[in-house]
């Protein structure tokens, strides 16, 4: 892989996820040797109109572009293997969607995906972000729970700068996914 990581996703086709534990986001207990972890969650609202909406714009890639991002995706929509890059000015991140979550219980729906990982990414490890219906309450909720480790030696360095960048990032995310409507 070049040095200088693709924006095209369909070259990342037969990369190798960068990380060994795949889909260690789906349990509470992600993996901890030498992994960053962060869970995060924000309410959005009430209602299933809010909920679906909130789910289709999540899995769309609108909460990437509403955080700021350039998206290039191999599929419109969030889907098993699927390639996105994500771009940030000259900054390109690559990764690959590990799981699609479409749950239901008696008390909760749950819509979202995971990525992980791919070279040339400055990070290694998986992201998870899901959208929640509380059945009962009518309130709907965003989570996003992650794991990681710096990529390369260049991102190493940078310390509590990347912490600090990827809690931006997360708040951006999550503010992504605040409609209007469901502001305060």
Do not use: K
């Not at 219980?105 to 995906?113: L, N, V, Y």
Request: hydrophobic share 40%.
């Amino acid at each position: 892989m070049a040095l200088r990581p693709s924006a095209d996703p369909a070259s990342y086709r037969a990369a190798p996820l960068t990380y060994p534990e795949v889909g260690g986001t789906a349990s509470e207990s992600m993996p901890s040797a030498g992994y960053h972890h962060v869970r995060e969650s924000r309410p959005l609202g009430r209602g299933v109109e809010l909920f679906d909406e909130a789910a289709r714009r999540l899995l769309r890639w609108d909460m990437h572009r509403g955080a700021g991002l350039a998206v290039r995706a191999t599929a419109v929509e969030a889907e098993p293997d699927a390639i996105v890059v994500l771009g940030l000015g000259p900054i390109r991140i690559p990764c690959r969607v590990v799981d699609v979550i479409d749950d239901r219980t008696d008390a909760r729906r749950e819509r979202g995906f995971a990525y992980g990982t791919l070279p040339g990414h400055p990070e290694r490890g998986e992201e998870r972000f899901v959208v929640r219906f509380d059945e009962r309450t009518g309130a709907v909720s965003a989570h996003i729970r992650a794991f990681s480790t710096a990529g390369n030696a260049v991102v190493a360095l940078g310390g509590p700068l990347n912490r600090l960048v990827q809690r931006v990032a997360t708040r951006r995310y999550l503010d992504a996914l605040v409609t209007t409507e469901s502001r305060p």
